[in-house]
């Protein structure tokens, strides 16, 4: 059975991206955020940004419309009742995801697929709050999800090889570059990336340069196309704490201990470009 209804759960960030993705693939898509209130509110911020695309004749007005059409918005979590794959992209934070795979499990049709956007959480302990853990994967996109290219495929010991295949040819339905990842906290990306994002904060900690100055080095440097700063920023302090804790409470691996930089900032709410300051001012 082909996936062609797309629940997406959560309207921050990561729900947006996945939202237009979803229907610039030709699928629908149903956002659904706690209060009808973001979940409207997510719909404009892809509509923004569909008709900035438009503007600059990258899209025509059509097809942004024809878009933005096949996004519903709701709040009620039975509303995803007959989706194909629901994917959950909510905080970072494995008792709130789990909670809500048990009540995903109780809406949604027998045979959909739950598939978590988790960026280091064990997806195995999403899937053995299920009755259907044969049904439960990762498909791990990266920010912006409209952009960038690639999904880690995440397989639990317990998904069965009907999940993986469909998860994996949905994520080429979507045009993405699908890897299978075994389900380790971090997968590739992040378990390869984060102690070099936490080591530009130590850096900048021992007063090795300016952040600017290790921002332009690592350009310049490694071709990157933002530094290490830029980068926290984009992919939210909380979100990139979140991802350091459980990398670290995997591997103990000192290099994974988040920096003190780090943690002071999210306690006061400077969360990257989603609070409008994190590292630099936006
Ligand atoms: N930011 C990134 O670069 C990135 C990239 C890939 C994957 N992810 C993953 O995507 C997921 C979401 O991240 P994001 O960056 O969109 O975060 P975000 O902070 O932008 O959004 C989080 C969303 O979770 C919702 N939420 C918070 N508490 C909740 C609760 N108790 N119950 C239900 N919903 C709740 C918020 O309302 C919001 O819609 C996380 O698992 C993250 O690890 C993030």
Redesign the pocket.
Known sequence: MGITTVGI???????SGLAEVVARAGLTAIVR??SQA?ADAMVASVAKGLAKQVEKGRLTQDDATAIIGRITAVSDLSALADCDLVIE?????LD?KKS?FAELDRVVKTGGILA??????PVVELAMVTSRPESVCGV????PAPAMPLVEIVRPLTASDATIHAATAFAETCGKQPVQVKDRAGFVVNALLFPYLNNAIRMLEQGTASMADIDTAMKGGCNFPMGPFALLD???L??SL??LDALYAEFRDPNYAAMPTLRRMVAAGRLGR?TKGGFYDY
Request: cysteine-free; overall charge negative.
């Open positions: 759960v959560g309207s921050g960030i990561m729900g955020s706690r973001t992209s909510v905080v970072e934070d709130t809500l978590t956007n988790t960026s280091t959480l791990h996109f990266f920010n984009l992919v939210g909380d979100t979140a991802i989603k």
